[in-house]
């Protein structure tokens, strides 16, 4: 495929994401699924297959690069693997523009990359566009130990974009008041194919007890055992049912709670599922009890299925969820408040599917996946434009 100087023709994209089963790695293999389907030549680089792509038949190339595991180090820098396979496929058949969602390591990957290839007299080193997604910013960028090359990349980048108004206030206060230098962030949200992700036909929703879902990678962030302790405190004596789906570093101590408080057989331990939109689907509501987040694809994704959300009023979670239309916005260092709340909603089933419909349809109005990801395009086409008049 030949370089596009057309102003809608095809272009030769690369995308590099962590290849996890949730967050960046699902929206950034969603992306280059759609840009494929959409005619682009897209790449995607990680060190493993996400599972997102994994599930799919979209004619998206993977290259899986993980680099030698020589013993002089000390865990294998897969960062300058995927550095050098961008290379060699912007030698064999050129790349115009690089997109790395997660500011570290992949803007760093895109940017030396960039770098790299900037000495060819052949055809110009790609762009880069960087996607933040939320802890890149908030937990990892900021640390000390990272936050100057963090620093470094949101300026060397030549677009940066943020999936929340809230993030990208977040990123101007941690790495952009301290100096004269602008820092221009764009806000593009995360989006959800939503027809995939769709309701229940009419009275096809399980019946039985009320049943509450959650989503998550289990991280300390997202706080699964605070929300087991506020599901069981909030369902004592009733036979409502929890599903938690997603694996991670607490799901142990999820699992205690739920001994703990005698849960038995109204908890479900689902592990990581490609059937999301079934499993959301047949839920009353969606819990997210996270101490902070950025946008929260995953209560969007129960959304677009129908189901409202219960969840902390924290990061960018207002600018999904509409408090008492789309689902109900607490806060989130009062379990007893989430509690009741929890306790309410799951009593009234005709007040969640009232929700529900809110939300499915606020969802296809402002997060469709055709409408954002032309966003994504337009932006590419800005930046590559901007290049070319230089
Ligand atoms: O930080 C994480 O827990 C993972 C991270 C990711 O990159 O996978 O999730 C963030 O990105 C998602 C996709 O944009 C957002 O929906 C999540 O809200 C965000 N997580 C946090 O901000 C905690």
Known sequence: MA???????????????????????????????????????????????????????GPVQMHVSQGLPYPLFHSTPHDLAITSAILDVHRTSGLDLLHAHYALPHAVSALLARLAASDSSERPPPRVVTTLHGTDITIVGSDPSYAPLTHFVLRA????????????????????????????????????????????ARGARAAGPAHAVHVSNFRPVKRVPWLVEAFARATQGTESRLTLIGD????????????????????????????????????DLFLLASREESFGLSALEAMSCGVPVLATRVGGLPEVVDHERSGVLVPPDDLDFFAGTLRELLADRARCAAMGAAARAATVERFEQDHIVARYEDLYRRVLAREARR
């Open 3 to 57: 370089a596009s100087t057309e102003p809608r023709g095809p272009l030769r994209l690369g995308v590099l994401c962590h290849p996890t089963y949730g967050g960046s790695g699902v929206l950034a293999s969603e992306l280059a699924l759609s840009l494929a389907a959409r005619g682009h030549d897209v790449h995607l680089f990680s060190h493993q297959v996400p599972p997102r792509l994994a599930a799919s038949s």
């Open 157 to 200: 980048s030549d677009a940066v974009t943020t999936v929340s108004e809230s993030l990208r206030a977040a990123t101007l206060a941690h790495f952009c008041d301290s100096d004269a230098r602008p820092c221009a962030i764009e806000v593009i949200p995360n989006f959800v194919d939503t027809h995939r992700f769709r309701p229940r």
């Open 248 to 283: 991670g570093p607490e799901q142990a101590a999820a699992r205690d709670k739920a001994r703990e408080f005698g849960l038995g057989c109204r908890v479900r331990f689902l592990g990581e599922r490609d059937a999301l939109p079934e499993l959301l689907a047949d839920a």
